[in-house]
């Protein structure tokens, strides 16, 4: 996010910018999955500032980032670096969505329909179910080039037009070429 992008968010959201670096950081294995300075709202960071007093049992689950483009298109991100559980990733959208019309950030579902996307970021050397072919690979990738199309993965494309205006299911390296690279030109775009 731009400097601009950054004055304009709330304060609860502003107390929580840091890199796409560390908000993808997978405190279990000690890792990273994306080594990006993009700047991003850590939106785990969300939940329980949300339910601070409200006397709940339990706090909303959450996405891991929130970025905003120059643009003003949103964009969720989560990081898995292990294995996909469908109904964890809906419960995060959900309550994340929740959480930010609640607070008044978002006006209404039109909005989120609109400008929002969603991006699940993948290990895909955890998540093949058979063994890893180069050949297989690029001639898969070379009719989903030519279709104009991308792979998406775990059931999230069922949430394209419902909840968001897009949908994307990226490994480590694709979400490098098709997200970071992109915004951090758009980003440099912005600044001249």
């Given at each position: 996010?731009?400097?601009?992008?950054?004055?304009?968010?709330?304060?609860?959201?502003k107390?929580?910018?840091?890199?796409?670096?560390?908000?993808s950081?997978?405190?279990?294995?000690?890792?990273?999955?994306?080594?990006?300075?993009?700047?991003?709202?850590?939106?785990?960071?969300?939940?329980?500032e949300?339910?601070?007093?409200?006397?709940?049992?339990?706090?909303?689950?959450?996405?891991d980032?929130?970025?905003i483009?120059?643009e003003?298109?949103?964009?969720?991100?989560?990081?898995?670096?292990?294995?996909?559980?469908?109904?964890?990733?809906?419960?995060?959208?959900?309550?994340?969505?929740?959480?930010?019309?609640?607070?008044?950030?978002?006006?209404?579902?039109?909005?989120?329909?609109?400008?929002?996307?969603?991006?699940?970021?993948?290990?895909?050397?955890?998540?093949?179910?058979?063994?890893?072919?180069?050949?297989?690979?690029?001639?898969?990738?070379?009719?989903?080039?030519r279709?104009?199309?991308?792979?998406?993965?775990?059931?999230?494309?069922?949430?394209?037009?419902?909840?968001?205006?897009?949908?994307?299911?990226?490994?480590?390296?694709?979400?490098?070429?098709?997200?970071v690279?992109?915004?951090?030109e758009?980003?440099?775009?912005?600044?001249?």
């Amino acid at each position: 996010m731009t400097e601009d992008v950054i004055r304009g968010l709330p304060d609860l959201l502003k107390r929580h910018v840091c890199t796409l670096k560390k908000a993808s950081r997978d405190d279990t294995n000690h890792q990273e999955m994306c080594r990006s300075q993009l700047k991003v709202v850590d939106f785990d960071k969300i939940p329980n500032e949300y339910a601070r007093g409200k006397g709940w049992r339990g706090v909303p689950k959450s996405n891991d980032a929130l970025y905003i483009s120059p643009e003003e298109k949103w964009y969720f991100i989560e990081f898995k670096n292990g294995s996909i559980n469908s109904g964890e990733i809906y419960r995060k959208l959900y309550d994340s969505l929740i959480m930010l019309l609640e607070l008044k950030i978002l006006p209404d579902f039109e909005y989120i329909r609109r400008y929002i996307q969603y991006i699940l970021v993948y290990n895909s050397e955890k998540q093949e179910r058979i063994p890893p072919s180069e050949g297989r690979d690029e001639t898969y990738g070379y009719f989903l080039n030519r279709a104009k199309t991308e792979k998406k993965l775990f059931g999230i494309e069922k949430l394209e037009q419902y909840l968001f205006s897009e949908t994307h299911t990226y490994s480590k390296a694709d979400f490098e070429n098709n997200f970071v690279k992109v915004m951090e030109e758009t980003e440099n775009q912005a600044g001249e």
